[in-house]
């Protein structure tokens, strides 16, 4: 039988009613048969992350201090879920022996990968489900990323598909054996490698929100939900700060061919959005972009020389400085005889005296300078290079909106235009793209002319 995987975040099972509809939803589709769950969220927000409490109690152990406060809390989080669902699991003994192992001085990642293990144990327990270790089988490697072998070991251990698992996210183990978690938000990475692994026709992230928005909703009201978008789109989404899931959870099910589906638990009806790596005839004919991302903060480091187009290796030498001094850049456009670098403000950090000497001494510049307080705004869309007229919608919308253009950059990748704008006009850059390419294009042309 065909399988899904179906991966579950922190609000999905922050209590007992959560929990009671990720059952309801396990057993709306029979293929439904993994189930990877994530540490219980927050409740409200005011409430701290489950997660964020277990490395403060490890912070606290490690200080000789008191952790019965936010112990407590984990406990009680526990506890409570426990009988809420009428479970037999007994809880207390559970988390007493793990108190134990904190004060002791079990691991940092040892103390954070417990809110999924005691999370997917009882919700084991409720769906009537095997508990799957992920500690047994998936390997992290010293760098963080997965060994291989980990699909053939969790693959085995999951292979009776008549069978429901329930596996914890977060967390694998390194060759000895010893717990090693993913960086933060990486149930959905065990999700995406517990699908690989297991086959599966689909990995479904069931979240809060119903599906990945066309733009940040900080400043569009109510944007759009994307129906559908590519893997490539979908990273060039994430890396220009588009929040979607884990962008490190795509790989693995990128690279088996496995489309992913974002839902929402408490609207299991939406539809959300699917990532695919082909997009269907239906979103080419009816979408001209996936959507539209942006972020704040960056620099740009400009210099002029004349006959700079003739002297071999003068780009190399410029981005070797940033490279010396470990900063690494994200965009470059350039003319005849100039060229920028732009960089992310975090990253040139004190650094920016010495870089500009660097570039005057090696480079002799006609003339250097530095731009403070840039934003880029990517429009990001498979087959808008194939689409006449989309460059002219852009640079008319920002006219419109009274918008100067700083930069202009169409990657190799084809798949998004970037603009460079004054941080003070990013929000407005965002607002004016949006509603000429959603609003204004209700009844939209072809995504592909
Ligand atoms: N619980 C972990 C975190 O808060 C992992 C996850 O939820 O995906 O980062």
């Given at each position: 039988m065909e399988r899904v995987v179906a991966k579950f975040g922190g609000s999905s099972v922050a209590d007992g009613v959560q929990i009671r509809k990720v059952k309801a939803i396990v057993e709306a589709?029979?293929?439904?048969?993994i189930v990877v769950v994530s540490a219980p969220g927050k409740r409200h927000s005011a409430e701290a992350k489950l997660t964020d409490l277990l490395y403060l109690c490890h912070e606290m152990a490690a200080m000789s201090t008191d952790i019965g406060e936010p112990f407590g809390l984990i406990r009680d989080r526990f506890t409570e879920i426990a009988a809420q669902l009428g479970l037999k699991t007994d809880v207390v003994a559970l988390l007493d022996r793990f108190g134990e192992e904190l004060t002791a001085g079990c691991s940092r990642d040892y103390a954070a990968s417990r809110g999924e293990y005691f999370s997917a144990r009882l919700i084991a327990e409720y769906l009537g489900g095997e508990f799957v270790d992920?500690?047994?089988y998936i390997i992290v490697r010293p760098?963080?990323?997965?060994?291989?072998l980990s699909y053939k070991q969790l693959g085995d251990r999951m292979h009776d598909t008549s069978a429901l698992y329930v596996m914890a996210g977060f967390y694998g183990s390194d060759r000895n054996g010893k717990i090693k978690t993913f960086s933060r938000g990486g149930s959905d990475i065990s999700g995406a490698i517990a699908a690989r692994a297991a086959g599966a026709m689909l990995y479904e992230n069931w979240t809060d929100t119903s599906g990945i928005l066309m733009a940040d909703p900080r400043i569009v009201d109510s944007p759009q939900t994307i129906d559908e978008i590519s893997f490539r789109e979908i990273r060039e989404m994430a890396y220009m700060g588009?929040?979607?899931?884990?962008?490190?959870?795509i790989l693995p099910v990128r690279e088996a061919g496995i489309p992913i589906r974002i839902r929402n638990t408490n609207r299991p009806d939406d539809a959300g959005t699917l990532i695919t790596a082909q997009l269907s005839e239906n979103t080419i004919v009816a979408t001209e972009i996936a959507g539209i991302a942006g972020r704040k903060d960056f620099s740009m480091i400009c210099l002029e020389k004349s006959?700079?187009?003739?002297?071999?290796g003068f780009a190399h030498r410029l981005l070797g400085i940033f490279r010396d001094q470990g900063v690494s850049f994200e965009q470059c456009p350039s003319s005849i005889d100039s060229i920028s670098v732009i960089v992310e403000d975090a990253q040139l950090q004190g650094l920016d005296e010495l870089i500009l000497d660097e570039i005057r001494r090696q480079?002799?510049?006609d003339q250097l300078f530095l731009e403070r307080n840039l934003a880029l705004v990517a429009v990001v869309g498979e087959g808008m290079v194939r689409t006449v007229g989309i460059a002219a919608k852009i640079f008319n919308a920002l006219k419109e909106a009274e918008i100067n253009v700083r930069i202009i950059n169409q990657g190799a990748s084809e798949m998004n235009i970037i603009i460079g704008v004054a941080a003070d006009d990013y929000e407005k850059a965002v607002r004016a793209l949006y509603a000429a390419f959603v609003v204004d294009s209700r009844t939209v042309s072809a995504r592909f002319s």
């Open positions: 589709d029979p293929r439904r048969r992920p500690a047994q760098n963080g990323t997965l060994d291989p588009a929040s979607v899931f884990h962008d490190e959870a006959l700079m187009n003739k002297e071999v480079l002799e510049p």
